[in-house]
């Protein structure tokens, strides 16, 4: 069974400029999960997608941020416009159990840089 | 919100050599999660334990939930096990999880 993919695996970009970055969850699983690890500092919860629906987007940082998971499957994290402070590590996770409990199986990250 | 805490921040370790990592958290939690991030910066879930001890071959974790700690538990260490350790924990079954800094490992041949 695959696990969590995320593409890209890198990206660097210019201040300013726009970014979307893609996550697959395992198949069947519902919640999917948006964590980002910014340079010298803790990994740190973003979002929550229940299927289609944001059940928790209480760690989004500021409105540059859209998540989206069109469908319940794959989510995009879109940047818009990317700031010096974005770069850093953005995981995605996901886990099975539609109450949120259970084991979040996390993707291998891709690894934002803002020039 | 949930604060979590984990000791030490780093530990070097002889292959074979046995290690206690401990993770405190601030506040009760009803979800928490110990992963391993390998030299290439794949987090791998260990433990999903929010109470009581599990196993797994050489690794074993153990949650207090009463009394906000948990441990995790390395026997023989190995090369491979060196990386960094996480502790993550939730009090909402929104599944917010909050992550601990982290207790970085090296385990020397």
């Known amino acids: 069974e695959a696990g969590v993919t995320q593409f890209p695996s890198h990206s660097v970009i210019e201040k300013g400029q726009t970014v979307t970055l893609r996550c697959d969850p395992i198949?069947?699983?519902?919640?999917l999960y948006w964590y980002r690890r910014v340079m010298g500092k803790e990994i740190k919860f973003l979002l929550h997608f229940v299927k289609e629906s944001k059940q928790d987007e209480s760690g989004m940082p500021n409105n540059r941020f859209l998540a989206e998971r069109t469908g319940g499957t794959y989510s995009t994290l879109k940047v818009q416009p990317a700031e010096l402070e974005d770069s850093g590590v953005y995981f995605c996770?996901?886990?099975?159990?539609?109450?949120?409990?259970?084991?979040?199986?996390f993707g291998p990250g891709t690894r934002l840089t803002v020039l | 919100g949930i604060q979590v805490e984990q000791s030490p921040p780093d530990l070097i370790l002889q292959e074979g050599a046995n290690s206690t990592l401990r993770c405190n958290f601030s506040d009760s939690v009803n979800n928490l999660q110990w992963f391993h991030q390998n030299p290439w910066g794949q987090l791998i879930n260990l433990f999903y334990i929010p109470s009581g001890t599990k196993q797994n071959g050489r690794l074993s974790a153990t949650t207090v939930a009463t009394e906000r700690y948990s441990l995790l538990y390395i026997s023989s260490s190995q090369t491979t096990d060196s990386g960094v350790y996480f502790c993550a924990a939730s009090n909402n079954y929104g599944q917010n999880f909050v992550f601990g800094p982290g207790t970085r490992l090296s385990v020397l041949p």
């Open positions: 996770a996901s886990s099975q159990d539609l109450g949120g409990t259970g084991k979040q199986f």
């Open positions: 198949s069947g699983h519902d919640n």
